[in-house]
């Protein structure tokens, strides 16, 4: 755990250098490439200045070279970094203190990038270098416990620094205590600084804690100490969290309230200026309107030394000056004219007002408004002077004035363009005249920019000053004017401070002293709980340490009990690794090592027996010693001696292995009869001999393959006797090459690679006595004594002779169906690859045909299989006459045959399958029949219909399904409308899968009774299918479907096995001997597990064997193999009775009757539904229940719907019936009631 712990402290000290490298270098690349989003993040702050981002590089450099060295093997390079970092910070002390620029801090990135350094590093920030650096130093030279303390502690300035300064960003604080951060010089430091300290004193915190590495910590003491430190910083976080939460909270609403407030007033006195302004301009030029005050004016500019025509004009302004105005005069000819009051000067600086120069603002110790109203020439338009009006403007002194005495720094600007860069503005509370400033500050523009752009809005940032201030600002209407209202966002925080002051200091406090009654609470019960758990631990530990030790395996079961408190099952609480190899041996790919928390029978399904016994020995509490024996993953069975031993709650079993001892015995036995046995009973040639090839022992199989006799050859000859020599001698050629070395002719040539220990197998030609020959395999070993000295040779031989014409076998069947010697699938997708292939290179087109033999599993139900395969025979010799040699017929099993037609078209394809139909027509002789065979044959074009051999495939298989679905005996060429159909039989064929998946089928039950007696005999069960949407599907779409697919087989299992399982059912209810009739397809018939199926079926449902009847169709019986006979002995031995169902439709012939165990016949409803209208119906029931009366053989008549019927069912004698009215097929509880109700028939429950 400790190496662990180092491990991670010097991971996270790695991580911390990496990310200060990353920092500093995207700072250095920002400058030097003049990206200012790199240096400060957001315009508005400061930017990390070039210096402090060379002292992070060092620093992450410093924590990164850290890493490679332990103990006294400190690098020189990190000592030169580090006391770099002191020489920088040092200079910055220095330059600090004496007021002198030394500039070491831009000597780096001036070199770099050429560019000018600009600022330096911030007070705090040198703090914060000079602090790592001693902390760096002061953890390599010494490594005390005292050092450690320095050392976090100089890591916790870091890390407080850090990040203060960034909750300050984020959280604004600078507004808050402004005077704070101007004092300390938080305000300086930029968010990137703020960040890369945080990192720093992180790296400096994990390589203090790697300080005391060694130093010995009680392990409760240390879990102790971790769940209290845990319990601390989870209450620290929350009131942290809780702080901040409230600090954003108060910021985000002291910014919203004041910017409201600014904006109203803001607007307000912008409407009140723009209006004034508005109002005395129009009253102005109102006043010159007047007809003989502009007369008189006219006349002076003619002759402004008229004394008369100058006093009349001044009579007439001076009454003006009583409503506002504080001037009146004329302008023309290059002069000026004061007719009333005082006018102001021409050093005075007028505004324009809109752009209009006969409309403008001035100031001269107030605000006045300037309007000249032109005097136009009776010659012309153009003015000959202008009548000047001026008014003082003692509202707008007012309001200005109250704007800039608004708080302690509320000021209200208002300016005008001077210029495209430079604006004009008039007296505000830091300025006691006009002033021209820039419209941008620090490359962003001033708020009173906006405003003249016509833009309104609020706005912070930094001011000249440095101070932060909240600006609004908006345009005065259409005067060209701005207005601006600002007030220093600590005045606007001033409020909140002072709540702040307060209510910091109480709730820290508050904080302190809820975490120290924590501490106080939690210490001792954590600390008793960490004793003790390390208690606990430590007597695990030298359990586990017992059992781990042990040879034998050993496990423990915790009981597991019910509500009722018996025992449902155990789980594993624990196990040694001995027996984790044994539940791995036990359950090969499952639970293995993972057996702790499983439960017994979740793990070991198959072991319900073991669990029987285990629950035996918690109950009695009873020692149980047994033997059991397992498999290895290499096949090897190992035995172990198992004893469980009862505990309070379960139960501990100890494995012990015993296989040794039984495999000792074991191998001495089959040492002793190996030795006797091979010699006699392997089918192999056997042969030994000495180093010199004498011959001295040969096998019984050695005398059979070769024709000598033992006595003939051992100490008599060598093995060269039986090899060709010629063959000899060719080996010896080959192995002197392959060897490198001369090899002669001779028995050398036979063991030369088993005295070299290398691996003799090779095929030769074996000799016989009469000189015949035939191939074998020969293995020469070479025989060695304990000393590896060779004493002789073994050589075994087999003859190969049937696996060389094996092969030659099956290399032709595995391309070619054994029946008709016809390509197969394999060689087909070949053949049909070729032809795509010339289809892409020639553009030709070719066609496939799919073929299928009408009716044909219905000849080979009737005649037989042997008939059906002679059937084939000839069914592809006829086809076979009609095609080219380039043509290919392949069978793809059973009745169903592909025809490939290279460069043929549709035309083409559709002549040579009328050929083949055509050629069908006369019937085809098969032994001593005659049969009619017609064929469906669909038909697919490449590329039209498909570019593979599967698409090929189907479109020609949904066409030759249509072909079935519309008569048969056809063709038809594939189009795309007939994917519905091929669908839909898909989708049924899905539907049946589904059914058997997911209990889609049900049974109904139809009632037969004994017409004699009234009382009801059994009934027969009628399978029905339910698709997913909950629609039927009638049996007559389904089964010969199942019957085409093979799924009857699976279906007619589970309606067996369901139906034998409901009539116990209904005998156990009811107390009658019921009996139970079920169908049998064909298929399912000739199905050579039906028997064992049966009699599992029987077993596993208690049904009595003489209750079941099987009912299968005459088409069955017809088939003369001798598995019929076979299965319907085997079925009648079983006690199982044979119905024929539909007796009379089919090939109705005694002979079988006969010769079969037949129980019961079975008259078709076709018969039954015209008895009473039909003599003929009749007359063939009468014969029916007279010949199985005269055979002994009980009859039953199904599809009795009236009464008619029933009558003259009875009256002929039929000895059972069943049909609607009687009772219709019915669910299994549908039954129950019917039986329960109807009173025309009883139940028999007498006892048997």
């Known amino acids: 755990m400790p190496v662990l712990q180092r491990a991670a402290r010097n991971d996270i000290a790695m991580i911390s250098g990496a990310l200060v490298i990353l920092l500093a270098g995207l700072v250095m690349f920002g400058w030097a490439f003049g990206i200012p989003a790199m240096t400060q993040f957001n315009p508005d702050w400061n930017p990390m200045v070039p210096g402090t981002a060379l002292c992070f590089m060092l620093s992450g450099l410093s924590l990164l070279q850290y890493r490679r060295f332990s103990g006294r093997m400190i690098s020189s390079a990190q000592r030169i970094m580090v006391w770099l970092i002191l020489l920088l910070a040092g200079a910055r002390v220095f330059e600090l203190v004496s007021g002198r620029v030394l500039g070491f801090e831009h000597l780096a990135m001036e070199g770099l990038a050429g560019v000018e350094a600009v600022g330096h590093m911030s007070p705090l920030t040198v703090v914060g270098f000079l602090a790592f650096g001693i902390g760096m130093l002061v953890n390599q030279r010494d490594r005390s416990r005292k050092t450690g303390l320095l050392t976090r502690t100089l890591a916790g300035v870091l890390l407080a620094l850090g990040l203060f300064v960034t909750l300050g960003y984020w959280l604004r604080l600078q507004y808050f205590f402004e005077p704070v951060y101007l ?122 030394d008229n004394k008369p025509a100058v006093a009349h004009a001044n009579r007439l302004a001076e009454p003006l000056l009583d409503h506002g105005f504080s001037g009146i005069g004329l302008e023309g000819g290059g002069g000026r004219l004061t007719m009333a009051g005082r006018l102001l000067p021409s050093t005075a600086t007028f505004v324009r007002l809109n752009g209009d120069d006969n409309i403008s603002l001035a100031w001269d110790n107030g605000y006045t408004l300037r309007v000249r109203v032109p005097l136009d020439r009776e010659s012309d338009a153009t003015p000959a002077g202008f009548l000047v009006f001026e008014q003082a403007l003692p509202h707008l002194n007012r309001m200005i004035e109250e704007g800039n005495r608004w708080g302690d720094t509320g000021s209200m600007p208002m300016c005008a363009r001077l210029d495209r860069e430079r604006l004009l503005c008039f007296p505000q509370r830091e300025q006691g005249g006009m002033y021209v400033v820039p419209d941008t500050i620090n490359g962003h523009p001033l708020p009173m920019t906006y405003a003249l752009a016509g833009q309104s809005g609020i706005k912070s940032l930094v001011d000249y000053r440095g101070h932060y201030v909240l600006s609004a600002y908006g345009p005065l209407g259409n005067t060209s004017l701005g207005l601006v209202l600002r007030m220093d966002l600590a005045e606007l925080y001033a409020p909140a401070k002072k709540e702040l002051l307060v209510s910091i200091p109480l709730i820290a406090l508050l904080v302190l002293a809820g975490l120290w009654t924590i501490r106080s609470l939690v210490n001792p019960l954590v600390r008793d709980l960490a004793d003790a758990y390390s208690s606990e631990k430590a007597a695990r530990a030298r359990f586990d340490a017992a059992m781990q030790s042990s040879p034998d395996g050993f496990v423990i079961y915790e009981s597991i009990r019910d509500q009722a408190g018996d025992i449902v099952d155990f789980r594993c609480a624990y196990l040694n690794h001995h027996a984790e190899k044994m539940v791995g041996l036990a359950c090969p790919g499952g639970v293995s090592g993972n057996l702790v928390g499983s439960t017994f029978l979740q793990a070991f399904p198959e072991r319900t027996a073991d669990f029987i016994q285990y629950r035996l020995v918690v109950q009695t509490r009873k020692l149980r010693i047994d033997e059991l024996s397992l498999t290895d993953d290499d096949g090897a069975t190992l035995w172990f001696m198992r004893q469980a031993v009862p505990m309070s709650e379960g139960l501990a079993i100890t494995y012990r292995e015993v296989t040794q001892e039984r495999r000792l015995v074991q191998q001495l036995e089959y040492s002793n009869r190996l030795r006797s046995a091979i010699m006699e009973s392997a089918a192999y040639s ?418 009595d064997a003489a209750q079941l009847e099987l009912e299968i169709t005459e088409s069955v019986l017809m088939d003369d193999r001798s598995s019929v006979a076979a299965t319907l002995s085997a079925l009648h031995a079983l006690g199982v009775r044979i119905a024929i169902d539909d007796f009379g439709t089919g090939y109705s012939s005694l002979s079988y009757l006969k010769r079969y165990p037949i129980s019961r016949l079975k008259i078709d409803q076709s018969f039954v539904r015209d008895v009473t209208t039909d003599s003929g119906d009749a007359a063939l029931i009468a014969a029916i229940i007279a010949m199985g009366r005269s055979l002994n053989i009980s009859v039953i008549a199904e599809g009795i719907e009236t009464d008619e019927q029933l009558a003259f069912l009875v009256a002929s004698g039929c000895d059972q019936g069943q049909g609607f009215h009687i009772g219709h097929p019915m669910a299994f509880d549908a039954l129950l009631h019917w039986l329960a109700d109807d009173s025309r028939w009883q139940l028999d429950k007498a006892p048997r």
């Open 183 to 304: 004092w300390t010089g938080l305000i300086w430091m930029s968010l990137p600084t703020a960040i890369g300290m945080t990192l720093l004193g992180v790296g400096l915190w994990s390589r203090s804690s790697r300080a005391e590495r060694d130093v010995a910590v009680v392990a409760t003491e240390l879990n102790a100490t971790r769940i209290n430190r845990a319990t601390l910083i989870v209450v620290a976080a929350t009131s942290i969290i809780t702080a901040v939460a409230g600090l954003q909270f108060l910021d985000e609403t002291v910014i919203e309230q004041a910017s409201s407030n600014m904006t109203q007033l803001l607007n307000a006195s912008r409407e009140s200026i723009a209006g004034d302004l508005e109002s005395r301009t129009q009253y102005a030029l109102l006043a010159s309107l007047e007809p003989e005050f502009r007369a008189a004016a006219t006349a002076l500019l003619r002759n402004a």
């Open 686 to 1103: 056997i042969i030994s001999t000495d180093v010199n090839g004498i011959i001295l022992t040969f096998n019984q199989a050695a005398e059979r393959m070769l024709w000598y006799r033992a006595d003939e050859m051992v100490g008599k000859a060598t093995p060269e006797l039986i090899h060709d020599a010629e063959e000899i001698r060719m080996r010896a050629e080959e192995l002197s090459h392959e060897l490198g070395h001369a090899v002669a002719p001779g028995f050398e040539v036979i063991v030369v690679k088993a005295k070299v220990n290398l691996v003799e197998e090779h095929e030769w030609t074996y000799v016989r006595k009469d000189g015949s020959r035939f191939p074998v395999l020969l293995s020469v070993t070479a025989l060695r004594d304990e000393y590896q000295n060779i004493n002789g040779y073994l050589g075994i031989a087999y003859d190969i002779s049937e696996r060389k014409r094996n092969e030659e076998y099956i290399r032709h069947i595995a391309l070619h169906d054994v029946l008709t010697g016809l390509p197969n699938r394999a060689l087909l997708d070949d053949r049909v690859m070729v032809a795509i292939e010339q289809q892409h290179r020639h553009s030709a087109t070719f066609a496939l045909a799919m073929m299928d033999i009408d009716h044909f599993k219905h000849i080979n139900d009737s005649m037989g299989h042997h008939m059906g395969d002679m059937l084939l025979k000839e069914f592809v010799e006829c086809v076979k006459s009609c095609l080219r040699p380039v043509d290919t017929l392949a069978r793809m099993g059973g009745d169903e045959f592909v025809l490939l037609l290279p460069d043929s078209d549709q035309a083409g394809a559709e002549t040579v399958v009328e050929r083949i139909l055509h050629k069908l027509v006369p019937p085809v002789n098969v032994g001593i029949q005659e049969v009619h065979v017609t064929a469906s044959i669909g038909i697919s074009i490449c590329p039209r219909d498909g570019q593979n051999l599967n698409e090929l495939l189907r479109c020609a298989d949904v066409a030759m399904y249509w072909v079935k679905e519309h008569g048969r005996n056809g063709y038809k060429v594939f189009s795309p409308e007939m994917d519905g159909s091929g669908a839909e039989r898909l989708g049924l064929e899905r539907d049946l899968h589904l059914a058997l998946e997911h209990g889609g089928f049900s049974l109904l039950y139809q009632p037969k009774v004994d017409l004699k007696t009234n009382i009801i005999t059994g009934v027969e069960a009628l399978l029905r299918l339910r698709r997913a949407d909950g629609q039927y599907v009638s049996p007559a779409d389904f089964i010969p479907l199942a019957e085409e697919t093979g799924l009857i087989v699976p279906i007619g299992q589970w309606v067996l096995e369901t139906a034998c399982r409901d009539v116990v059912r209904m005998q156990n209810l009811l107390g009658a001997p019921l009996g139970i009739a079920v169908n049998i397809s064909p298929r399912q018939f000739m199905n050579s597990g039906l028997v064992g199926t049966v009699e599992d079926v029987l077993g596993r449902t208690s049904l």
